[in-house]
């Protein structure tokens, strides 16, 4: 299984970034996806996750109404579009597989079997 995270750099505070993640090796379309993200000395945390088929999505309280997660089963990507970025917001973003709560209610990290390498997202102020 593999997970590949892509997209994050450098933005101005109120800038987009759109990340993607492609996954091989499992059957895409039966596993929820997620994004955590860790920041320089504190723990790795919750964004946002969906479940097998995209129709359920959450969100932490921290992003609700500036990022919105998606998915591609066809692609077998995950996409998390970032809006109204904040210098908080950065971080180095993970993708992750759940296939034992493809609804999507799995928020924390030891739910999630598989994990992308992680991209780094800068916001400057």
């Known amino acids: 299984v593999q997970l590949q995270a892509f997209g994050g750099g450098l933005v101005q505070a109120g800038g987009s970034l759109r990340l993607s993640c492609a996954a091989s090796g499992l059957p895409f379309g039966e596993y929820a996806m997620a994004w955590f993200r860790q920041a320089p000395g504190k723990e790795l945390e919750f964004v946002s996750a969906?479940?097998?088929?995209?129709?359920?999505?959450y969100y932490s309280d921290f992003v609700k109404g500036r990022f919105t997660i998606s998915r591609d089963n066809g692609k077998n990507t995950v996409y998390l579009q970032m809006d109204s970025l904040k210098p908080e917001d950065t971080a180095v973003y993970y993708c992750?597989?759940?296939?034992?709560?493809?609804?999507?209610?799995?928020?924390?990290?030891?739910?999630?079997?598989?994990w992308g390498q992680g991209t780094q997202v800068t916001v400057s102020s």
């Open positions: 969906i479940n097998w088929s995209g129709s359920k999505k």
């Open positions: 992750s597989a759940d296939g034992y709560r493809p609804d999507g209610s799995g928020k924390y990290p030891g739910n999630y079997e598989f």
